[in-house]
């Protein structure tokens, strides 16, 4: 059985075999879409998580943002950015929370989609070259593979259901 259904640019057919217009491509507009709603939503809870943890915004103690980066710090791939931390511990905790909320709000719903992907893979390309630099073998430490999981975002953007395609949308519109 053949369907038609109607894009805004073209007609298709889903009829399984992956034509021009059929499911498939209309598949792959939506295929970062799982990755977005993944990202989004952890950026989101790591930086609320965060700000309602009074022991990590903490210049020192147990489970502070502190003591965490004196601990890391002969280990890191770049002690500078270490010590960079280590001059307000506090304030760079604030920011690395913020940062992750206004990466997984931007993320989550889809503005400025590609600067909000670049914010989550530069916190997590500084996380894996600080926090996780030690860990061994390389693939146990998550920062890796988080820095991985943005790159297609920064490249795609949120073409689809994202404020950023509604923006774009009322652009085209406009005489």
Known sequence: ?????????????????????GWRERAGHYALLPLRIFLGVTFIYAGIDKLMDSQFMAASGAGSVGDLMRSVRDTSAVPALVDLALKNPEGFGYAIAFGELAVGIGTLVGLLARLAALGGA?????????????????????????????????????????????LAKRRRRMP
């Open 1 to 21: 059985m053949t369907h038609t259904y109607r894009t805004t640019a073209t007609y298709g057919t889903v009829d399984g075999g992956g034509g021009r217009g």
């Open 122 to 166: 530069l916190i997590s390309l500084s996380l894996w070259l600080t926090v996780s630099w030690q860990t061994e073998p390389y693939y146990y430490g998550n920062d890796l593979a988080y820095l991985m999981a943005w790159l297609p975002l920064v490249l795609a953007g949120a073409p689809f259901l994202s404020l950023d395609a509604l």
